[in-house]
């Protein structure tokens, strides 16, 4: 199973927005795309599920979109707070379960 | 919240148990995932299980070697690894799946040496 393409890095100065790819199939990406961000040492936060739906708590900051096979999370106004790696997510389910996760894209406020 | 344990130093071809036991929420009608993090590396997908344990599915990578089980009386969730490998060396997470997988558990470092 291949992990969903995502850039190894992207930055930005506070107060700036950057834009996080996401490329995978129609198999997966096609459908359901969650987002998670990472601190060192921390657990992933699930920060964006369902493409574009964000959980209670997580700053309206954060926002995510799909166009075909590519879903994109976006930061807005970026503080030092967001500098963390993130990662996308799908899964495909037909016959079996299978969870796939990007590689991950850190994310550094300049 | 959910709280692992069980984690430690493990041999090649060794076994571990590790558990996870969550709290604050109705345990027994929630699916519950494990998700593992080698050393700098990213996230894998290890292992569902569904809320009556009536479906699961496992990574083609562990699949055969490592189970997943739940004891919703306890509010507990397991994951036993067998034929441990020196690649199985990870931090590994149990995850509340909702829409996506939330919360996550603080992890536990599972280390297997030759």
């Known amino acids: 199973q291949s992990a969903l393409t995502q850039p190894a890095s992207v930055s930005g100065s506070p107060g700036q927005s950057i834009t996080i790819s996401c490329t995978g199939t129609?198999?997966?990406?096609?459908?359901?795309v969650s987002w998670y961000q990472q601190h060192p040492g921390k657990a992933p936060k699930l920060m964006i599920y369902d493409v574009s739906s964000r959980p209670s708590g997580v700053s309206n900051r954060f926002s995510g979109s799909k166009s075909g096979n590519t879903a994109s999370l976006t930061i807005s106004g970026l503080q030092a707070e967001d500098e963390a790696v993130y990662y996308c997510?799908?899964?495909?389910?037909?016959?079996?379960?299978?969870?796939?996760f990007g590689i991950g894209t850190k994310v550094t406020v300049l | 919240q959910l709280v692992e344990s069980g984690g430690g130093f493990a041999q090649s071809g060794g076994s571990l148990r590790l558990s996870c036991v969550a709290s604050?929420?109705?345990?027994?009608?929630?699916?519950m995932n494990w998700v593992r993090q080698a050393p700098g590396k990213g996230l894998e997908w290890v292992s569902y299980?569904?809320?009556?344990?009536?479906?699961?599915y496992y990574a083609d990578s562990v699949k055969g070697r490592f189970t997943i089980s739940r004891d919703n009386a306890k509010n507990s969730l397991f994951l036993h690894l067998a034929s441990l490998r020196d690649d199985d060396t990870a931090v590994y997470y149990c995850?509340?799946?909702?829409?996506?997988?939330?919360?996550w558990g603080q992890g536990t470092l599972v280390t297997v040496s030759s």
């Open positions: 997510s799908s899964y495909t389910r037909s016959t079996t379960l299978r969870y796939v």
């Open positions: 604050g929420f109705t345990f027994s009608t929630y699916s």
């Open positions: 995850a509340r799946e909702t829409a996506g997988q939330d919360p």
């Open positions: 299980i569904s809320s009556s344990s009536s479906t699961i």
């Open positions: 129609s198999s997966d990406v096609g459908g359901y």
